[in-house]
Structures are given as structure tokens and as C-alpha cells.
């Protein structure tokens, strides 16, 4: 039977049973996610903006004035100076872009001094753009003097740092994110770019600021495995505001290039369509340079976004007692295990599956000679797998990266081994080990992006960010960014969506699962605490970005060999969860290595 993968429109919720977590772990449940701020439709409602006046509050004043910067990029210091004495304006120069901070305590005011001390952690700058570029990450104390004015109300900032500074609450209260996309080098799927846009933008406005993004290009570390629009174009114009459900744009002739002109156009038809979600209309109407305009509906798009063939709740896979069996109450619940013939499901520690439109590809790994066997078929037959040759010991949970239509070549798995990534395809053979390129440290956990392109790193407790191209010379990553998630230690990584990561780590001396921009500038709410547990490995199945929600209902994680669920709460995967549990359960079998097919 061929998998259909519908379009979505609602989240399910899986609710599954459980054996319960023994107490001595301390996991808590789970909250639905960051769905406050950040889902498409939110700007609909301006923010108000604190003034200087609004409080006497000192220590709430700095916090309003660590606000001051969100909004209009380019009056952003107008209104930082709003806050300060004439003398300090007058010599306030700071670089044109916000930092933005994380407080790592409550502000505390010293009323001798007259100064507010803010204890910060550095996330990174927010460019006109929309892009929050992370920086080398620093932590430290600003503190800011506030005093009075003979004959002025209110209070002023007498000293601060000179810098413009904008705090996370700012960030996530202010700003609204908005994802726009850029084709793959390979020009088989779109690849998500999250900016933040103001929250007070004029609605009418909103296309012409998206437009602009994607005639500036991509972010800086997207730009190794994406495509910019040709050189040349821009828009004519400005784009009207939407008119009997009728969106129009116009771009120069540059945007589609003469040679294979009506590929081109579908490609930046359906970048557009996707980056200017959640904009209301019926139809698009596109005229580029001085040829006839063409009009595309508002739903016949989604195709050209792998991401799009997410299910509503997906087929869920353990290992026990050697095999790789299907969990109950989970899709196709009763069916075979795909790909995988029956011969070569023993003797299994760790298990991988992932569907294209046209194949299941599959990969095992051995827990009797640690051997990786990797293989595709068509939807309802088996494969051969073929063993992946060259790799080291001390194998882990293989992925599928990139997993090409229509044919099993050019297909890209990954893999860690002795704390270092290595590549495979689908028919097996050598192995190639994957450079990190400027970060020293051992990769402890991955997880790869819907799109295949975007990679989460865990490198010696940190986290990273990076792109993964393929070139002549085989799989390539960029140079990672690291991330500063509130974690005092990352263990493991899973994306929930197109834009967010669940991260797995220790923070106060416990275990905690969070959830976080894929830029690591904001945090969902409701984490999930541990306790004393170590979470070693943690999957997640994304959720469809055609919900517009930002978070995965179907996450589960394992603490040494023990696995986890975590949906409406956390529950241990009992031998009781299995779609087809058995009668006299063998002594010392626990469900273990969970995982999805994705």
C-alpha cells in the first residue's frame, strides 16, 4: 500500500499509555509548545511601546528601555534616546545593529549608586534585515546609572553601555517570526529562513518587507546550500495592498532568466507563495519586466516543500528484543514493517526509515558486529541491504538526510561513529567521513532539518548550527554557528519544525528538555524537567508547516537504554505500548531506540 501523505489543516494529538516514569526520574509533562508569538496571523494587534515616562519603577524602566530598540529598524535609536539625558544622547554612537540579550538574573538596583545592574548573556545582533545572527557567545554585567532631571518628569538614563540592546522577552513580545524560503542548490525543495518582523508593521505592508528579504538573499549561513534570486532583480514598485483577493507583484526582468524561463518562474512562483504566508488571498498575480502577467490560486504551491508531506501523526518504531517493531495506537499500526524483510529485522540496536514520494529508504544497524545495512524499495516491497564499509566503532542512530524522488542515487544518510559524522547512500559501500570545519570537540548528537540541508549539532555539550551541502568532493558542512540555548550543557538535539529544535540538556544540576529557535534566541515554554536522568538520545517528528504550529506532538527520548515519551506527558514505552506485544514478554526486554518514519 502506497502512504498517502495528506494535506494538513489540524494537529492531532497523540495520546499514548504507558508504564509511568519512576519517580526517582522527576519528569514532568509536557505543555502543547511555543505556540504564543510566533504562529502565522499574530501581527495582527500592535504592540505598545513603553515610553520613559510609562513607569518610575527603576528597575523596570531598564527593562522597558532594553525594549526601546524593537520596532522600526531605522528610528530604533530615536527611541533608545527617548530614554536618556541630553548629555548621553548627544554622545550615543553605537552600531547600527541591536544586540540582543538574554538576563541571566533580575535586574538589581542599587539606590546608593543610583545604578541598575543587568546580568547578560550575548545571543546574538538583529540586522535590518530581520536575521538574528548568533556571535561568539559572551556573558557579563551592563550596568546603567538612572537618575533625575531638575524640572523634567520621570527618569533618565544618566550612563549606559554604548550599544543598542534589545532583551529576548523584547524579541519574543515585539517581533513575530516569519519564514521565508530559498530553493536548494540542488532546486528540489525550498529551504525555511526565519526572520523576525516588527509586530507594529502596517499589514499592507508586510509584503513589500518580505519581497525585500528575498531580493537582499539568505541569511549568512544559509547561503552555501541555497540558491539567491538572480542577480539584478527587484521590485517595481511597491506591492499594493491586496484587492478583491487579488495579491499583485511585479519584479524585473532579471528574476527569471531567459534560458529555461518557465522552470524559473514555477520555482519563484512557489518561493513567493511560500514566503508570503500567512498573507490572505485568493489569487497571485506576478508580471516580470514587460511580459503578460500570470495569476496562480492560493493552495496549488505546497508540493514544491518536502516538508509539506509531514503526516498528522506518523508511524512510530522501537526496537525490542532485537527487531524493530511498530508501537500501538500509532499509523498503520497493523501493517509490516516497511523496506526492511523480515530475514534482516533481527539482531537490531538501532533502526532508521524515511519516505520519498516514491520510496522507503531504510538503514540498521547490527548489535552483533555493529554493522550498518542500508538499503530503498519501492512503497510495499523489500530491499536488499547493503552494508556501509570504512566506518569506525561505536556506532549510533542512522538518518536519512536527503532522500531523492523517483530513483535511490544521490540519496544521503548520516551516521556518528567514535564521535565523529560519516555519509552513506542507499546502496551501501565505503562510508565517507564528514568534516567539521572550525569547531574541535566530539559530535555526541545530530538531528537533519525537513529540508535535508539544515543540520543541530552537539558538540562537546554545546550546540551548533549548520548547513550540509553535497559537492563533487561528497557531503559537505559549513562552518557550524553555535548556539546559546538557556542550558548550562546540551545533551541531544531533535527538530520539532522548520524553525524549532527541541534540546535536550542539564539546567540547576537537572535534566531538562527545552524547546528553541532554530537561531537559539527564544525559548518555548512548559520544558520538561528530568531530574537526575541524563537524556543520551532524543527524536521528534516534525510538525507540517502548513499547521503554523511550531512545535512537535510527537517527541520521545531515551535515558540509557529506556525509552521515553513525551506527548500530553511523559511515559516510559512499555512492552504493554507495542502494536503487537507478546504473550510471554522474555525477561530483561525493555522497548528501546525509538524512532519515526519520516
Known amino acids: 500500500m502506497r502512504r498517502s501523505l495528506p494535506a494538513v489543516t489540524v494537529v492531532a494529538v497523540l495520546v499514548l499509555s504507558g508504564c509511568g516514569i519512576p519517580d526517582e526520574t522527576g519528569v514532568t509533562e509536557i505543555g502543547t509548545g511555543p505556540s504564543t508569538g510566533i504562529s502565522a496571523g499574530d501581527n495582527d494587534t500592535p504592540v ?26 531605522d528610528t530604533a535609536l530615536e527611541r533608545v534616546k527617548g530614554f536618556m539625558t541630553q548629555s548621553l544622547a548627544n554622545q550615543f554612537k553605537p552600531p547600527s545593529a541591536p544586540k540582543v540579550i538574554r538576563l541571566t538574573d533580575t535586574p538589581l538596583e542599587d539606590l546608593d549608586e543610583g545604578t541598575v545592574a543587568v546580568s547578560y548573556e550575548v545571543i546574538g545582533t538583529l540586522a535590518k534585515n530581520g536575521v538574528l545572527e548568533p556571535v561568539e557567545p559572551s ?40 519564514t521565508i524560503y530559498f530553493w536548494n542548490t540542488e532546486r528540489t525543495t525550498l529551504v525555511p ?3 523576525y518582523m516588527s509586530r507594529n508593521l502596517p499589514e499592507e505592508q508586510e509584503p513589500n518587507t518580505v519581497l525585500s528579504w528575498l531580493v537582499a538573499g539568505p541569511s549568512p549561513w544559509l547561503r552555501d546550500a541555497v540558491e539567491a534570486l538572480p542577480e539584478g532583480t527587484a521590485t517595481i514598485g511597491k506591492v499594493p495592498a ?34 508570503l504566508r500567512p498573507a490572505q488571498y485568493e489569487f497571485l498575480n506576478v508580471k516580470i519586466g514587460h511580459q503578460q502577467e500570470h495569476e496562480y490560486t492560493a493552495t496549488n504551491y505546497y508540493t514544491s516543500n518536502v516538508a509539506h508531506r509531514l503526516a498528522l501523526s506518523p508511524e512510530r518504531f522501537v526496537v525490542y528484543d532485537g527487531k524493530i517493531v511498530r508501537v500501538a495506537k500509532s499509523t498503520n499500526e497493523t501493517e509490516r514493517i516497511p523496506a526492511i524483510p523480515a530475514a534482516a529485522n533481527k539482531d537490531v540496536r538501532f533502526g532508521a526509515l524515511h519516505s520519498s514520494a516514491t520510496h522507503i529508504f531504510a538503514a540498521v544497524v547490527s548489535g552483533r ?51 565523529r559524522l560519516h555519509s552513506f547512500g542507499a546502496q551501501g559501500g565505503a562510508a565517507q567521513a564528514v568534516p567539521l570545519p572550525g569547531v574541535t570537540g566530539k559530535i555526541s548528537a545530530f538531528s537533519v532539518a525537513p529540508d535535508g540541508h539544515r543540520l543541530a549539532l552537539v558538540v562537546d555539550g554545546r550546540l551548533y548550527r549548520a548547513t550540509l551541502t553535497v559537492t563533487g568532493d561528497g557531503v559537505e558542512l559549513s562552518v557550524p554557528e553555535q548556539l546559546r540555548p538557556p542550558l548550562e550543557a546540551v545533551t541531544a538535539v531533535a527538530f520539532s519544525s522548520e524553525s524549532w529544535l527541541n534540546v535536550a540538556g542539564s539546567r540547576r544540576g537537572r535534566g531538562s528538555i527545552i524547546q528553541v529557535s532554530v537561531d537559539g534566541a527564544r525559548e518555548g515554554p512548559n520544558p520538561v524537567e528530568i531530574g537526575s536522568g541524563v537524556i543520551n538520545y532524543l527524536t521528534a517528528y516534525p510538525s507540517n508547516p502548513q499547521t503554523n504550529e511550531y512545535h512537535s506532538n510527537s517527541v520521545s527520548f531515551t535515558i540509557g537504554a529506556v525509552a521515553y515519551d513525551v506527548l500530553a506527558k511523559a ?22 531506540a525509538p524512532f519515526f518514519l519520516n
Request: hydrophobic fraction near 40%; charge should be negative; aromatic fraction near 6%.
Open 48 to 73: 505598545a511601546e513603553a515610553t520613559r515616562g510609562t513607569t518610575k519603577d527603576r528597575t523596570q524602566f531598564i527593562r522597558n528601555y532594553l525594549e526601546a530598540a524593537a520596532g522600526d529598524y
Open 139 to 178: 556573558k557579563g554585567t551592563y550596568t546603567f546609572h538612572v537618575s533625575e532631571v531638575a524640572g523634567e518628569a520621570g527618569l533618565f538614563v544618566a550612563e549606559a553601555p554604548d550599544v543598542l540592546l534589545l532583551s529576548e522577552d523584547a524579541l519574543s513580545e515585539k517581533y513575530v517570526e516569519r
Open 242 to 275: 491586496i484587492a478583491d483577493g487579488r495579491l499583485q507583484i511585479e519584479l524585473t526582468a532579471q528574476a527569471v532568466p531567459a534560458k529555461g524561463a518557465a522552470e524559473a518562474m514555477e520555482r519563484l512562483r512557489n518561493q513567493l507563495q511560500w514566503s
Open 369 to 419: 558486529d555493529d554493522a550498518l545495512r542500508v538499503g530503498a524499495a519501492q512503497f510495499d516491497q523489500d530491499a536488499t541491504l547493503q552494508t556501509v564499509t570504512g566506518l569506525p566503532a561505536g556506532r549510533g542512530q542512522p538518518v536519512w538526510a536527503i532522500t531523492p524522488d523517483k530513483t535511490t542515487e544521490g540519496a544521503v544518510g548520516l551516521i556518528l561513529a567514535n564521535g
Open 193 to 195: 529562513d526565519v526572520r
Open 571 to 592: 511515559e516510559s514505552i512499555g512492552v504493554n505500548d507495542l502494536a503487537d506485544p507478546p504473550a510471554q514478554p522474555p525477561a530483561g526486554k525493555i522497548p528501546t
